[in-house]
């Protein structure tokens, strides 16, 4: 069954890691963070958030349809001065009109029917000149083939269905773009961007996290068992007594 984001098991499920360093640097190749206000819709567990803030944001918004997945943020994160987190919907956050600088959707669009609507959304939020940034999949992003480097790749080697329910819901480039011009957003600007989601002391670790469905939507798919079965199949695959440092390849689109 897909994730229930509104289950409070998983309240913690997308807060538990770090934003990578080649996240930080392919934002800084694309807007400048310093002293902006910005709004992260679909905020999740607020690991992005807080990486805004210390990217040298002046104040972020982290705004999610949860409350389960909200009260995950506010527990590791609450405290932290120029954070707080709001719940409303992607299409209608219920936040003012122009209240931010910039407007950050990280994995959120391949959960959107009508992506014009997200971001005409996003474009109300935004001061004139503000910028939208985009993070996401492709199809081609998340398929990448298998490696110790790129463990989503052996989901779809194990179980080729999960391939039918990742290109169903992965828009295309063009599809982003498109949108975001029927948003009367103008130029679009488009970047591949690898960043590094976790590092495991071994492979032990790995199976650990890929048992919980940590942060991984697509492993809701399956059932316990086929979630066992998939464990087994990357740990047949990773090398003993080695630390294992994956990474995931996403797409960053830009506008104005």
């Known amino acids: 069954m897909p994730i ?16 990578g360093d080649g996240w930080a640097k392919g934002i800084r190749a694309t807007v400048s963070p310093e002293g902006r206000h910005v709004i992260d819709v679909g905020c999740g567990g607020g690991v992005y958030c807080a990486a805004w803030l210390d990217l040298g944001a002046a104040s972020v918004v982290g705004v999610d349809f949860s409350a389960a997945i909200l009260s995950g943020a506010r527990e590791t994160l609450g405290g932290r001065p120029g954070l707080t ?3 409303g919907d992607a299409l209608e956050t219920g936040l003012p009109d122009g209240c931010a600088d910039i407007v950050f959707q ?27 940034v985009v993070q996401d999949r492709t199809f081609e992003d998340a398929t990448h083939p298998g490696s110790p480097a790129h463990l989503r790749g052996y989901f779809f080697e194990r179980f080729p269905a999960l391939l039918d329910i990742e290109r169903k819901r992965r828009p295309s480039t063009a599809e982003v773009e498109l949108a975001m011009h029927a ?11 690898l960043e590094t989601r976790r590092e495991y002391a ?3 670790e ?38 294992i440092r994956e990474a995931d390849h996403w797409s960053l689109w830009v506008t104005e």
């Open 4 to 19: 229930d984001f509104h289950d409070q098991v998983n309240r913690l499920t997308y807060a538990q890691r770090q934003a």
């Open 202 to 204: 071994d492979k032990q």
């Open 106 to 132: 990280r994995a959120l669009v391949h959960h959107i029917d009508d992506l014009a609507a997200c971001f005409a959304e996003a474009r109300r939020l935004l001061v004139p000149g503000g910028s939208l």
């Open 85 to 87: 987190f709001h719940q």
């Open 206 to 243: 790995v199976r650990q996290d890929l048992m919980r469905r940590t942060g991984r939507s697509i492993l809701h798919e399956l059932t316990d068992a086929q979630l066992a079965e998939l464990a087994d199949y990357v740990d047949d695959r990773l090398p003993a007594g080695e630390r």
């Open 183 to 193: 948003a009367g957003f103008g130029e679009v600007r488009i970047r591949p961007l």
